[in-house]
């Protein structure tokens, strides 16, 4: 029985373990800028070309990026630009979290109490 849902479900994870990688994520990210060859990719990410086209080939197979060739040269972009929407979403999403995951610690922190062995607690002697 054909299951819609779950069809989308396995496309949106073959997308998200596409974006498994921190070269991949920088790509989506220089791509949504605008399009671009592997040797500039390349440059960008100070990487090999061999590791940028590996890394495209991995994205375009589940339609995250594009690829036109002109003449010779080969321009990757991305196939939706939503892509990169989606990518500065959980970004959003973890900066709050970490900025909530600080607050929560400082505060922690703040209700310990101070022992004259706490590492934390520095005192200073005039001399």
């Known amino acids: ?40 990719l390349a440059q960008e990410l100070a990487i090999p070309q061999a590791t940028v086209s590996q ?22 972009r991305l196939a939706d630009p939503e892509i990169l929407a989606a990518c500065d979403l959980m970004r959003s999403v973890i900066v709050r979290r970490l900025s909530a995951l600080g607050s929560l610690a ?5 209700m310990r109490p101070r022992t004259q062995a706490d590492p934390l607690q520095v005192q200073v002697t005039p001399r």
Do not use: K, S, W
Request: net charge neutral; proline share 3%.
């Open 55 to 76: 890394n495209l080939a991995a994205m375009r197979a589940v339609g995250l990026v594009d690829a036109t060739r002109d003449g010779r040269a080969v321009r990757y």
């Open 106 to 110: 400082a505060a922690a922190d703040d």
């Open 1 to 40: 029985m054909f299951d819609p849902a779950a069809e989308i479900d396995h496309i949106q994870i073959g997308l998200i373990r596409a974006l498994a990688g921190i070269h991949r994520l920088r790509i989506v990210h220089l791509l949504g800028r605008g399009p671009m060859e592997v040797r500039e």
